[in-house]
């Protein structure tokens, strides 16, 4: 178990932003939270998909800038590799940004904040709802 090392999912920031309760006391109990530079790229996404582009441009790279940001790398590569392959053999692919965020938190030992239930079908994933 990767204990209170925390890594975010896109959804858990949103609900962050949105000042859930629940999940602010969460993580205020962490040692260390990561974002996935996939989720980074997601947030990204929404802002320039939005009506207040440069207003959320902004929102979004401050949000980044207080946070410890996770690339990908050959390491990651190669346990998303993994991945994608027993999540083929089970016949249960999920979206391929996840699996790459689930790569990042395997490989780093952290502990995946999510409310997708699909990563639960990940191997060796540390897992937590909200």
């Known amino acids: 178990m990767a204990g209170n090392k ?3 999912d896109t959804n858990a920031i949103i609900a962050l932003q949105k000042e ?3 999940l602010i006391a969460q993580i205020s109990k962490a040692t260390d939270v990561f974002l996935p530079a996939i989720v980074v790229g997601e947030l990204y996404f929404g802002a320039y998909n939005s009506q207040r582009v440069e207003e959320n441009r902004k929102r979004v790279a401050v949000y980044i800038s207080e946070r410890s940001v996770l690339s990908i ?3 990651t590569a190669d346990v998303y590799g993994q991945l994608k392959q027993q999540l083929r053999a ?3 692919p999920i979206p391929e940004n996840d699996i790459w965020i689930a790569a990042l938190a395997i ?3 952290l502990t995946l904040i999510t409310d997708d239930a699909h ?3 990940i191997d060796g994933l540390d897992v ?3």
């Open 90 to 92: 089970k016949g249960r």
């Open 119 to 121: 990563f639960d079908v």
């Open 107 to 109: 490989q780093y030992d």
């Open 128 to 130: 937590q709802n909200w």
């Open 20 to 22: 859930n309760s629940q």
């Open 73 to 75: 790398d050959s390491d």
């Open 6 to 8: 925390l890594l975010l």
